[in-house]
């Protein structure tokens, strides 16, 4: 297990992330793979203008639930404005209460 | 022929006498209604109103308008397609302008919720594009507000959805409302068999609907948050919200508080509809009121200490 993966989420799911399904997918697509074959794995929101809860739930919490708060040592949040900051750290905190069980959704 | 003469004023005191009017049980036949004194209207009664007509056409009633030439405020009805919504083709006697900073138009609630917000946000709050724009909190905003609702609207009331918006800029106040004729918040929760929801009132159904981590949407990737936050957003910036579904309503009016109602004379909304007004110089701190929504949700306690962030 060796290197840096970095996804472009502006590049890769448009600047304003609004869709849960779509969330859903590029994580099994493009995040999950690079979980365990990388030792950093960046999610890149340079360009990101918005988001939403849904998409922010469905790709984060969605990564600590199935790899558990483990995975934050491996996780890099790169240039978040302040409204999509607060988005991360909340589904970062809703992951962790699911991976640990405290939340049935 | 159930027919209906619209008031002068569907404002916001006009709001819940009119949903009642119009969601009595209806007669055998065709609906008419009569705009020619109605001088007044909200983005919420509009697309309320969008949403019945094509529900009615769907169902097989005739609709009809009746009164248009008379109407003091057509033109503003063309401007804001509303009559076009409602499936009334009439001519149009001035030259559109460019509606930005001022209104968004009736519009159907697609799939792409993103291209949606973006020129909805683009539209309500010009230049809000850039990050260091003085709009950017309220293009912030209006993003998170509409693309919530709308997913919502998209995922579980199939029903079509509209959405509309009104800049009052003598009140410095942003209205904006969305309504789907789709099968409601309460059968929503009984398609994905929650087991409380078989005794529970339309009204009740709502206050579950507004708790945090309580979704109508079985499974990944809906995690039953986004409605809370956004009732909870145009709060603390100093909004006010109406969620009617059904029978029932949950009022949020400026100030705070919160109140759970149902609709009298027997009346119902077959769908969902969501109201919210919210004053567009508060919704530049959107930011710091979504920090403290999921704070108060209990969904944002220290993330930030386990979780690295770069600039």
């Known amino acids: ?105 | 022929m159930n027919v209906f003469r619209l008031p002068m004023h569907l404002n916001a005191g006009g709001l819940l006498p009119f949903l009642t009017m119009m969601g009595c049980p209806l007669h055998d036949g065709g609906v008419e209604i009569d705009i020619s004194e109605l001088r007044r209207v909200l983005p919420a009664s509009m697309v309320s109103l969008v949403a019945m007509v094509n529900l009615w056409r769907r169902k097989g009633r005739e609709v009809r308008f009746t009164g248009i030439s008379e109407c003091p405020i057509l033109s503003y009805l063309q401007r804001m397609d509303f009559l076009s919504s409602c499936g009334i083709d009439v001519p149009e006697a001035f030259r559109r302008h460019d509606s930005k900073g001022r209104f968004v138009s009736v519009k159907n609630v697609i799939h792409q919720t993103d291209e949606m917000a973006r020129e909805v946000a683009g539209c309500l709050a010009p230049g809000g594009e850039e990050f260091d724009h003085p709009n950017a909190g309220l293009y912030d905003m209006i993003t998170y507000v509409l693309t919530e609702v709308a997913n919502n609207i998209r995922q579980h009331s199939s029903g079509t959805g509209y959405a509309a918006a009104q800049v009052h800029g003598h009140e410095g106040m942003i209205r904006m409302a969305f309504a789907d004729n789709g099968m409601g918040i309460l059968k929503s929760f009984r398609m994905v068999e929650a087991q409380w929801s078989e005794q529970a009132t339309d009204a009740e159904a709502i206050a579950r609907a507004l708790e945090p981590r309580v979704s109508c949407k079985a499974g990944p990737p809906n995690e039953g948050v986004g409605l809370t936050m956004v009732s909870s957003v145009v709060s603390k910036i100093g909004g006010a919200l109406l969620v009617v579904s059904g029978s029932g309503m949950a009022k949020f009016p400026i100030g705070g508080g919160s109140s759970f109602e149902t609709f009298p004379e027997g009346a119902s909304y077959q769908g969902t509809m969501v109201a919210m007004t919210f004053p567009e110089r508060a919704a530049k701190r959107f930011a710091d009121a979504l920090k403290e929504a999921k704070d108060d949700a209990g969904i944002l306690q220290s993330g930030r200490r386990r979780a690295t962030f770069e600039p």
């Open chain 1, 1 to 105: 297990m060796s290197g840096t993966y970095t996804a472009h989420l502006a590049e890769d799911c448009g600047t304003i992330l609004a869709d849960g399904s779509k969330a859903l997918a590029y994580r099994h697509r493009q995040i999950d793979p690079y979980i365990d074959l990388c030792e950093k794995v960046t999610l890149d929101f340079s360009g990101v203008r918005s988001a939403n809860s849904s998409f922010m739930n469905a790709l984060i919490s969605g990564l600590l639930e199935q790899h558990g708060e483990p995975v934050l040592e491996k996780l890099v949040f790169k240039a978040c404005k302040p409204a999509i900051a607060v988005l991360v750290e909340a589904a970062i905190e809703l992951g962790i209460s699911k991976s640990a069980g405290k939340v049935v959704a």
